[in-house]
């Protein structure tokens, strides 16, 4: 263990990099974690090309980082599943080679970094199989609703009970989470931590600063998700924005609508904004390195999820001083908008109250440019200062219970 005048030596964990919410958050607080307490090094079981490609030059050079698999063979099949070029025969056969080769190899791996650090963050709880070996401590952290992923799934709440019960401690993004994982494990969780996602608003409007091309020729609001529908459920966005330009009468309505993020639902997405006749007004950017220009020049952002955990893109709107609506989902929008006083809430998968909201949002000057004076005040809340203080008595607590 780390004697008191020492850095505390933290390893973050990860399985690997796509292009999501939650890598997006492990690289914050890679950025803003004092320096002066910890020294941290990052852990990624698998080295994707999102990872090769854009995000390891977005790693601080102070964090070291350690592949698992870093031998060519472990990767054959998480290759071909990067590739999408992995059968469902083939998806068989990574789920042995994975049983036999990669999980005893990543075990040796993570036993031999538990001697030099003396907490292991698990961020997406990936190597839950492992937690609370290795004589250091362990720390999970959840991202999602525990109720809309597992509420009446007994046998895996069952299976999810003994295996986060391994963990000295499980983080949950809000206190409604908390409040789920307590209710749902019957308080058989060892600690429960409330450890919101953290901003660095500096950076973010430095980002949104920079200067780059519009999306579009005009005024646009805008919607920053992974073209997951399962979750993001832009389908209804699409339908509300549709329904707002008819009433609106087409000309009358001076914003576009733009979408950024990529994922396997975009075809479909682009065939439905045809279909109801707003194709030529929505434009789908992809995915962005900086989504903050855009965001920055929106005139509000819209969030239509069914489930969230902790939402980063709310916390990066508020941060850049815009008005936001989102889906009053399970968890963290009513709690990062405290019940509506920094945005409005609607309800998941309504169309209308959706429509509603854009339109009052966009005519209502007083209430948009109220939302717009206290946005960055709320956003101090989740930012390196406020996030630090609740880090360090996160893992000073859990170090302190081990001794």
Known sequence: MAQPSKRIAVLFHIADFNDGGIE?????????????????????????????QRFRALVPADVGVEILTDKPWLNLFQARRYAQRLSKLGRVGRDVFNTLAVRPYVKARVAALAQRHDIIIDFDMSLRRLAGRFGVAWLGVNHFSFDARLGGRRRKMKRLL???????????????????????????????????NAIDIDRIRENGAYVEPPPC???????????????????TLLRAYAQLVRTQGGNGLQEDLVIVGDGGFRGELEALAAELGIGER????????NPHAVVAHASALVLSSRYEGMPMVLLEALALGKPVISTDCPTGPREILDDGRFGLLVPIGDVGAMAEALSRLLSD?????????????????????????????CVTRLLAQRG
């Open 24 to 52: 997006s958050s492990l690289m914050q607080w890679l950025r803003i974690y004092d320096r002066a307490r910890f020294t941290v090094t990052l852990s990624v079981m698998f080295s994707s090309p999102a990872f090769e």
């Open 365 to 393: 000057h007083a209430l948009r440019d109220g939302f717009t004076r206290e946005a960055l005040e709320r956003a101090r809340a989740y930012g390196v200062e406020a996030s630090n203080e609740r880090f360090v008595a």
């Open 162 to 196: 003994a295996q986060y019960g391994r963990y000295d401690g499980i983080a949950a993004l809000n206190h409604q989470m908390a409040d789920e994982a307590s209710e749902l494990f019957n308080g058989h969780l060892r600690n429960v931590f409330v450890l919101p």
């Open 217 to 235: 020729a005009g005024p646009y609001i805008v919607s920053v998700a992974r073209l997951d529908e399962i979750q993001k459920d832009h389908r």
């Open 282 to 289: 929505v434009h789908f950017t992809g995915y962005r390195n």
